[in-house]
């Protein structure tokens, strides 16, 4: 199932995702003169900050939408599938901030990314790691279960822990640098049913019209308890995998 991105309801609902990005790009420490591929750069945040520095900076994304809203800022974004990267070794760094938990054949996403970089090149990156959403996934699953839907939530993201996506990188040429699994309770400002409808958009566009507001809102009552306050703020429980490796 496709998973769809809205530029407008994206910055509404998920706004922190570039805002929690700075750490990783810290790692990268982009230099004036780099040429840098952004892979994943959606609607162009963390990009632009990349241009900042200096830096000659592509980005790449599959959403149309989401392209487009980068090349409002004026950035180079081109649509492209994180699997079939087209480059040749022509970027210093290669950089992503969480998107490759929604690559579905990591290998092919690897090959690319390695075949991209200039000899030496590092690939730095913040994904969801093991861990990631746990409760609102056993929610949304048991919900989808409940109605006769199980299995719609199964492979929609990957979350690696340290020691496997490590061997994995290297199986692909690259030796790690450092890497850290970072637990980062999130503030979702615009509550849980929000997160769902934007980030489980492909999940619910696959089920009946008539049962994704249910769906919706039976995983949210089950998520009280465990994410919501007392004054009804929502936290989302959120682990992240950051990593440095070099070609």
Known sequence: MTQSWNPTTYAEVGAFVPTLGAGVLEWLAPQSGERILDLGCGDGQLTAKIVA????????????AMIASAQAKGIDARICNAESLPFQAEFDAVFSNAALHWVRDQD????????????????????GGHGNVAAILVAFTAV?????????????????????????????????????????????????????????????AS?????????????????????????????????????????
């Open 108 to 127: 092919a996403m690897l090959s690319g990314v390695h075949r991209a970089l200039k000899p030496g090149g590092r690939f730095v990156a913040e994904m």
């Open 144 to 204: 989808l279960e409940k109605h006769g839907y199980a299995g719609r939530e199964d492979s929609v993201n990957y979350y690696p822990t340290p020691a496997s996506y490590s061997a994995r990188i290297e199986r692909h040429g690259f030796r790690v640098q450092k890497i850290q699994l970072i637990p980062r309770p999130t503030p979702l400002p615009a509550g849980m049913a929000a997160w769902l409808t934007t980030f489980r958009s492909g999940v619910l």
């Open 207 to 247: 089920l009946p019209e008539s049962l994704r507001p249910k769906v919706v809102e039976e995983t949210v009552a089950l998520l009280i308890p465990v994410l919501c306050d007392e004054q009804g703020n929502w936290t989302g429980d959120y682990v992240r995998l950051r990593f440095i490796a070099r070609a």
């Open 53 to 64: 520095s200096g830096a000659e900076v592509v980005g790449v994304d599959a959403s149309a």
